[in-house]
């Protein structure tokens, strides 16, 4: 009997195939990590921010009131006050922001199905509202509570101011750095900009607070 005879080009053709197919699910996976990593990346990016928010505008209200009032008490009050007011303020504008994106997205939705004729769109998850302003207050809320914290255990005038710059700088450094990490930008030169910067906002409410508290407007 004859040997069937084995085709050893369609063999290697076949071959060729199955490694272009792993390779390209490779590529989907490969595609699917970079996304996913770019979406966590966005949302911690935003959180580094808006604890960084919380921190610094807290923090210079607090000086603000620390120039021309001594006591705790007043100072916390006011810190107090401007962490609720902010994180208020950012959950609702995160809330109408992402609201807005999402009727964009549902819109799109929309038109891809009437284009299709019904058929089911390619979309990625729609993005929460809610969520999006709990994570925003949140980080906000956390920031704030760093100059809180810090004077909060001093009782003394230049203590409590002392401490509050000396909690504030420390975090500026931390917040700032992380933000260069999650963005891979030099970590070193964005920590101390956003160090400066605060610096000088908190340097500025001081003074002008203070230049008004004399005048006595």
């Known amino acids: 009997m004859e040997k069937p005879q084995i085709d050893n080009k369609k063999i290697l053709s076949n071959k060729n195939v199955e490694i272009e197919l792993g390779q390209n ?9 970079v996304d996913d990593y770019s979406k966590r990346a966005q949302w911690l990016r935003a959180a580094v921010l808006g604890a960084n928010d919380g921190l610094l505008s807290t923090a210079s ?10 006591d705790a008490k007043t100072m916390l009050l006011t810190g107090a006050a401007g962490m609720v007011a902010g994180a208020c303020s950012m959950a609702i504008g ?11 997205e549902v819109a ?14 390619e979309r990625n998850l729609l993005p929460s509202p809610l969520q999006a302003a709990g ?6 809320t956390v920031g704030a509570g760093v100059p ?5 255990f001093a009782r003394d005038y230049r203590v409590r101011l002392g401490a509050v710059v000396g909690a504030v ?3 500026l450094l931390g ?7 999650l963005g891979r930008a030099p970590p070193v030169r964005a920590a101390l900009r956003v160090l400066f910067g605060g610096w000088v906002a908190m340097g500025i409410t001081f003074g002008l607070t203070k230049l008004i508290g004399f005048s006595g407007v």
């Open 175 to 181: 917040f700032g750095w992380a933000g260069a990490a």
């Open 135 to 140: 994570a925003s207050a949140a980080a906000f």
């Open 25 to 33: 699910e490779e590529t989907l996976v490969e595609v699917e990590l």
């Open 61 to 70: 209200l607090m000086m603000g009131i620390g120039a021309v009032r001594r």
């Open 169 to 171: 700088s420390a975090a």
């Open 94 to 104: 995160e809330f109408v922001s992402v609201y807005s994106q999402l009727d964009i």
């Open 148 to 152: 809180l914290l810090a004077a909060a």
């Open 108 to 121: 799109q939705i929309r038109r891809e199905q009437s284009a299709r004729g019904n058929g089911p769109a």
